[in-house]
């Protein structure tokens, strides 16, 4: 069964940080590129980071430049989303997705879709 799993979301104090995972299963993860996106309540899903096939280039939108790191360990099938500085802003459901793409660059749509993991920032 094809499916991405993430974990490691919860709720942190303003400043704190956290440690998203997405576990690939039923695929190959090095053939895809992989995305991070987040709902924030009342608002449309928007796209956080993501990463190429073997991590040779990534993006980040600019409210989390210098905060987030995106990484993945395409021999342990999983990839990482880290969040430092946490901001109330960053509050909403991330969303780890996947597209089979080889090229050096990210995609703009993906067609794997996890679960969702649930980020509040709260003091």
């Known amino acids: 069964q094809v499916q991405l799993v993430e974990s490691g979301g919860g709720l942190v104090q303003p400043g704190g940080s956290l440690r998203l995972s997405c576990a690939a299963s039923?695929?190959?993860?090095?053939?895809?590129?992989i995305g991070w996106f987040r709902q924030a309540p009342g608002k449309e899903r928007e796209v956080v980071s993501c990463?190429?096939?073997?991590?040779?280039?990534?993006y980040f939108i600019t409210a989390v430049k210098g905060r987030f790191t995106i990484s993945r360990d395409n021999a342990k099938a999983t990839a990482y989303l880290q969040m430092n500085s946490l901001e109330p802003e960053d509050t909403g459901v991330y969303y780890c997705s996947a597209l089979r793409h080889e090229a050096t660059y990210c995609p703009e749509n993906y067609d794997l879709w996890g679960q969702g993991t649930q980020v509040i920032v709260s003091s």
């Open positions: 990463i190429t096939r073997w991590g040779d280039a990534s």
């Open positions: 039923g695929f190959i993860l090095d053939h895809y590129a």
